[in-house]
């Protein structure tokens, strides 16, 4: 297969929109790896782990340091989608580290991103501007998000900001409101949300589910992982543990995706110490088969969470 030719393959199923089903058969909710904690692992063995795992696709990072460079984005994220295609995976979410349309390698990334088949990316964290008011940092940002989709719609392809528990006094988005008063009014189609429970339950706790029917519109993309609250320098922070270990509570949420009619693709986030350090110094196929056993521990329960609830997951 020549490059052109699995671009334009890859181009024919990116024009099925996000969430939508290829056939008439209602589609599972597709389970992709976060691929941040496997940095260490090359294209092939990356989809090889991912598949041995039982994931059906790879949230692959495209940005600095990430597994495919951003400046190499034209020749590495065919070879790592083509990769993921052989072992039976799709690769519909990417992470890059874009916050704005202007950027130099931004439409260069969407454009090929979205040639790949990859349906929907997240987006790079802003920032409060301390110097102004909250509101005018919110105009900003709303003007900044609008040309983003502007971009967004000429490349074929969904932008996404995750909300994130704020781990410091500047970063945008750890309230769930803040995402939605800078999406409110934009196309949903090409700008939104990319849910994250873990961090929505740490940062609001008992009113996060009226934030998620807030957002509910603009969620294009969800991430799946769980945490604890853990004392560390004589404060409370969360610490990121198994999705059986946690305290999200996952059966009233999934309930009220479903409710909510919210099928969308979702990145799970293996987030925990993947090797302890005995583990980390043992040889790399080792070092897999471990990887593979936590990941289809945490990829079983969330299968079993979605069935629950109603939903299929694979």
Known sequence: MTRREFLTGAAMVAAVPTGMARAQTPEAVRLHVFSKSLGWLGYDDLAETVAQAGYGGIDLTVRPKGHVEPE?????LPRAVEA?????LEVRMIVTAIQAADEPLAERTLKTAAQCGVQVYRMGYFAYDHKVSVEDTIERLRRQTAALAALNQRCG????????????DTLFGGAVWDVHAVLKGLDPQWIGCQYDVRHAVAESNGSWSIALRLIAPYIRSICLKDFVWTQKKGRWVPETVFGDEGTVPWERYLKLLNTLKLVVPAS????????TPEESALPEGERRRIAVAKMKREGDFFKAQYAKAGLKAG
């Open 72 to 76: 190499r984005v034209e020749q590495d």
């Open 84 to 88: 993921a295609r052989k072992q039976g």
């Open 157 to 168: 392809i969904t932008g996404c900001y995750q909300n994130h528990y704020a781990w410091n």
């Open 268 to 275: 799970v986030h293996c987030e925990w110490t993947l090797f």
